[in-house]
């Protein structure tokens, strides 16, 4: 999908472990997707196409090193392919809901080229840490000469 993934949205898992994703998430990542365990105890889905160029980027590591076999088992041991209902749902597997720690509120977070999956929990710990404020970002920004 060419159009880029954006936006917070906020939804309840549902008491058979599906979760509701917006519509305008739902257009760019196609009706059939990858999901994985991400960084910072969150999940992230891929189009089938980023899901490609992900793996292809994976591939390019080789096998000859063992960090390179354990980063690609990291993803691709935990990735499954789902699919949504005829209500815009999915079925997160039991396994990558305990991971992300996911049990009711989740936040839904389109990030370019995947779409990252939170336990609202461990999102609001995310925005409560420094690295994440305005003012550091900014100073970031600056430091790598980034210009708008």
Same mark, same amino acid.
């Given at each position: 999908m060419s159009?880029?993934? !954006? %936006? #917070?949205? /906020?939804?309840?898992?549902?008491? *058979?472990?599906?979760?509701? =994703?917006p519509a305008k998430l739902r257009d760019s990542i196609g009706h &059939? /997707? +990858? =999901?994985?365990? %991400?960084?910072?105890n969150c999940l992230s889905?891929?189009?089938?196409?980023?899901?490609? &160029?992900?793996?292809? #980027?994976?591939? %390019?590591?080789?096998?000859? *090193?063992k960090n390179a076999r354990m980063i690609k088992m990291f993803f691709r041991e935990n990735a499954y392919d789902v699919e949504f209902d005829s209500q815009g749902r =999915? +079925?997160?597997?039991? $396994?990558?809901?305990?991971?992300?720690?996911i049990v009711k509120e +989740?936040? =839904? +977070?389109?990030?370019g080229e995947k779409i990252d999956i939170w336990s609202k929990e461990n999102y $609001?710990?995310?925005? *409560?840490? !420094?690295? /994440?404020? *305005?003012?550091?970002i900014m100073d970031l920004l600056e430091e790598s000469d980034f210009d708008f």
């Open positions: 159009e880029s993934m !954006k %936006g #917070k949205y /906020f939804h309840n898992l549902d008491a *058979k472990g599906r979760l509701i =994703i &059939k /997707f +990858v =999901i994985t365990q %991400g960084f910072d889905a891929y189009s089938q196409e980023e899901w490609e &160029k992900f793996t292809a #980027k994976l591939d %390019g590591l080789g096998n000859s *090193k =999915i +079925v997160i597997p039991a $396994d990558l809901r305990e991971m992300a720690e +989740v936040a =839904i +977070v389109g990030s $609001d710990e995310l925005h *409560k840490q !420094k690295e /994440f404020s *305005k003012e550091y």
